[in-house]
């Protein structure tokens, strides 16, 4: 199991009036343990008001520069977001998980690929590092970025990727879509939906001649880039999304009728971690693993409880389980029998789900 490490502040810098970026003091024997790819996110935990929180965030930074950089837009009520902007100083220490995720891609410094990039909001951070890493990386290779914002004040990274632009004339386009100002160009104003995404592709760049597709922010953008590229005969394996922040309404409603149709079972339950082991019982068709593992005072890796982030993925080795979301696991990871245990539900009378996998 990964485990958190205590981390100092190396420097905070305002990127825009609600976000700040965070740049990680690791030290040198823990460089190995923190290696990370571009895309890749970190999970922290902290105590807010007697309360501990978990959040993750992406890595904005690129490994070609060895350091550790992650973008944290304050959001309404959010409490890690409102502590990191407004409490967090430069010498503090955070505990912070080692990195994960997969929404990357192999380095090939041989292949001329072109990459498209579709962002909102914070979605940047990652898509930074991917650019940033990409571009340093493939000599050969072009990426053209969508990026959407209210305003201009509201770009983040936006000196960044200014100076990534210059940096590589000719191999980095960027398009600023804003969605509460005005510019010239009409196409460039408001949400994109199908009918931009039609004209983007038949006069910015053809879809026929993108090797990869990148997309981050919320799931509503995400569906409707997913479902457009797909009506254009792209196949999934090309198109790579990181999610931040999912609806719960279809889970919900998966959640209800699971609950009926095994109400009154009970699971044996086996939740093995650290060479340890869990034995518990609890009702079929109800709950989750992760929440009755920590119920049971459980240390288990966790973050956003909403089947995003994957940092509780696990392996069902005996059982079934529903998952009711699975936005943070690839399609292979599933097949091989890897579960959300925050999303999983057991479904039969014995399951063991093992972490150490």
């Known amino acids: 199991m990964s485990s958190f490490h205590h981390i100092k502040i190396a420097g905070i810098e305002q990127t825009t009036n609600d976000c700040v970026l965070i740049t990680l003091d690791v030290p040198t024997h823990l460089k190995d343990t923190f290696a990370y790819q571009h895309g890749q996110y970190l999970t922290f935990k902290a105590v807010i008001n007697d309360e501990e929180v978990r959040r993750s965030y992406s890595l904005c930074?690129?490994?070609?520069?060895?350091?550790?950089?992650?973008?944290?837009?304050?959001i309404p009520g959010g409490k890690f977001s409102t502590y990191a902007n407004t409490q967090l100083h430069v010498g503090d220490t955070l505990e912070v998980m080692p990195p994960q995720g997969h929404f990357t891609k192999a380095i090939d410094p041989s292949h001329p690929s072109q990459y498209l990039m579709i962002a909102a909001g914070s979605g940047i951070t990652p898509i930074h590092s991917i650019i940033k890493t990409q571009l340093g990386s493939e000599p050969l290779s072009t990426v053209t970025l969508f990026y959407i914002n209210q305003s201009s004040s509201t770009i983040?990274?936006?000196?960044?990727?200014?100076?990534?632009?210059?940096?590589?004339?000719?191999?980095?386009?960027?398009?600023?879509?804003?969605t509460r100002e005005n510019q010239a160009a009409e196409?460039?104003?408001?949400?994109?939906?199908?009918?931009k995404l039609s004209i983007l592709f038949d006069s910015v760049c053809d879809v026929n001649h993108i090797d990869d597709y990148f997309l981050c922010g919320p799931e509503s953008m995400i569906h409707l880039v997913k479902d457009f590229l797909n009506d254009q005969n792209v196949a999934d394996s090309k198109i790579h999304f990181e999610l931040f922040g999912t609806s719960a309404d279809s889970a919900q409603e998966k959640k209800e009728e699971i609950k009926q149709?095994?109400?009154g079972k009970t699971c044996d339950l086996t939740i093995q971690e650290g060479g340890r082991s869990l034995d518990i019982t609890v009702p079929q068709g109800e709950g989750n693993v992760l929440?009755?593992?920590?119920?049971?005072?459980?240390?288990?890796?966790?973050?956003?409880?909403?089947g995003v982030c994957a940092t509780c993925k696990a392996k069902l080795v005996e059982g079934n389980v529903e998952m009711l979301l699975t936005y943070g696991l690839e399609q292979d990871e599933i097949d091989n029998g890897y579960i959300l245990t925050c999303q999983a539900v057991p479904t039969s009378e014995r399951c063991v789900v093992d972490f150490d996998i």
């Open 261 to 263: 149709q095994f109400s």
């Open 61 to 74: 930074s690129s490994p070609l520069d060895e350091t550790w950089q992650v973008g944290i837009k304050r």
């Open 187 to 195: 196409l460039f104003n408001g949400r994109i939906d199908s009918e």
């Open 156 to 178: 983040i990274l936006k000196e960044s990727l200014e100076a990534l632009k210059n940096q590589y004339l000719g191999r980095l386009r960027i398009f600023h879509f804003l």
């Open 291 to 306: 929440d009755a593992a920590l119920d049971n005072n459980a240390d288990l890796p966790f973050a956003c409880k909403g």
